[in-house]
């Protein structure tokens, strides 16, 4: 019997070897119950083009004195970040890898806001 966080990381390695033969840029997000995190990995897998989190200092000077990384406003914030970072590292067109996690909640609500701020999968 596999425990809940094996079969989340089984689900991740498929997703990562379909992605890894498309060679383009992968956005990746991973969320705890206090953060979620984002980064932009390069095709090849070798370099982070860009990052954001909930547990960056100015994030959470942002999201207020609880700094609550934990729900979709946070969500929402760390998506645009990561995409305005991912353009000026000059990556348009991405690849969107959520770990394993179900495309729902705080993982949905970050890749659509990717999206709005103009990047691209």
Known sequence: MLTKKEQRLRRARQTRIRIAS????RLTVTRTNLHIYASVI????SKVLAAAST?????R????????????AA?????KRVAEKAKAAGVEKVAFDRSGFAYHGRVKALAEAAREAGLQF
Do not use: C, H
């Open 55 to 59: 547990a960056e200092k100015d994030v």
């Open 22 to 25: 498309q060679g383009v840029a």
């Open 61 to 72: 000077a942002t999201l207020g004195t609880t700094g609550k990384g934990g729900n979709v």
């Open 75 to 79: 969500a929402v914030l760390i998506g």
């Open 42 to 45: 390069s095709g090849d897998g």
